[in-house]
């Protein structure tokens, strides 16, 4: 099984075509948690993935789940889940993060980027989008 965020940075197994129709959905979470995964999709629709949020065949589950503090979120592509801490009291940019691991990008340290490990606070920047351009191409 292929991880992000859990110290094992192999590459992503199964990624999300930025391009298609994508939807996050839970079947948990309270008003908050469920407004950062509108807020979450908004910030990569913004930076060049324009289906993310469309109903469609493909939708990735996001489970708020209890954990330590240390813990933020994880993508784990072969079960093609995210699992939020659900403390957070914004999850929003961790959301963020790990949908940009499962549109395939890798963390990075030498920029500051959504896709930095341990990252609270910076949405996906300019360099982000052309990190996702580069794996999918310019999504029309």
């Known amino acids: 099984m292929v991880v992000a965020c859990n110290g094992n940075d192999a590459p992503i197994a199964a990624a ?3 391009c298609a129709p994508l939807a996050l959905v ?19 629709r913004d930076r060049g993935a324009p289906a ?6 493909a939708t990735l589950e996001v489970r708020f789940e209890a ?3 240390v813990f933020h979120g994880l993508y784990d ?3 093609d889940v995210i699992y939020i801490n659900a403390a957070l009291a914004d999850p929003t940019i961790v959301i963020a993060h790990e949908l940009g691991h499962a549109f395939g990008l890798a963390h990075v340290t030498d920029r ?4 930095n490990a341990g ?4 949405p996906p920047t300019e360099e982000d989008q052309l ?9 029309m």
């Open 67 to 69: 954990a330590a503090d």
């Open 52 to 57: 993310l949020g469309l109903r469609a065949a």
């Open 112 to 115: 500051i980027s959504v896709m």
């Open 119 to 122: 990252n609270l606070t910076t």
């Open 16 to 18: 999300h075509d930025a």
């Open 77 to 79: 592509d072969a079960q």
């Open 131 to 139: 990190a996702l351009e580069r794996l999918w191409g310019a999504c």
């Open 26 to 44: 839970t079947s948990s979470g309270t008003d908050t948690q469920r407004a950062a995964l509108d807020d979450a999709q908004t910030l990569w």
